[in-house]
């Protein structure tokens, strides 16, 4: 690839580094593509997106402040508060549409649904969450969605986390998948609604993120 090439679509290329379904340790319907994307070049649009649309600690419908800070982009927004989950048009802190997806995000994404078995992903949310030490999120299923027929795609930049993915109850056993800086983990079909997590994040430094993870999940709410 010339030049040129390289600085039109930076970070549009798609790893056969995947680990899918036929490895025994990975549960049926997940995928996981180490060294997936670009990640410098996502960091890049998704500091556009937190420009607009800050990130924030968002509330639990049982009161408590979530210990991971939170943004959208896309045409809808997931969003926690005392009145319970949703999906929202409107950033509640801002008033305003939650910033477009960068194209960048989405064609990253759907290259790495479609790498996966999704040929057809199309995502109109993506949650950013971005994590400090000691920062973790509770297992939890992704069912604010209406289609679980769709995927779910989660990139990961900065920090390396322990995620962790168990049954389709959450006192399942759970298995624990390292992540770090460029891995994207697909889980859909049989795997689309089975509980996970990610552990507290180990304080470390990485040259992108600093002291930080972010996580991208796309997803397809309407
Ligand atoms: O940070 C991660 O790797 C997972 C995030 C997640 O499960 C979510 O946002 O629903
Ligand atoms: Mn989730």
Redesign the pocket.
Known sequence: MNKSEKSIQPSLFVSDDIQATAREDLPEGVALIHHAFDSSAMLDAVNTVIEAAPLRHMETPGGSRMSVAMSNCGSLGWVSARGGYAYSHIDPKTGLAWPAMPALLRETATALAKRAGYPHFAPDAC?I?R?EAGAQ?GL?Q?RDEKDFSQPIA?L?IGLP?K?IIGGLKRRDAVRSID?NDGDAIIFGSAARLLF???RPLKAGHHALTSDTRI?L?FRVAR
């Open positions: 949650l969450n994590y999120m939890h992704d989660s990961s986390a995620f992540l996970h997590g990610v996580n999940t």
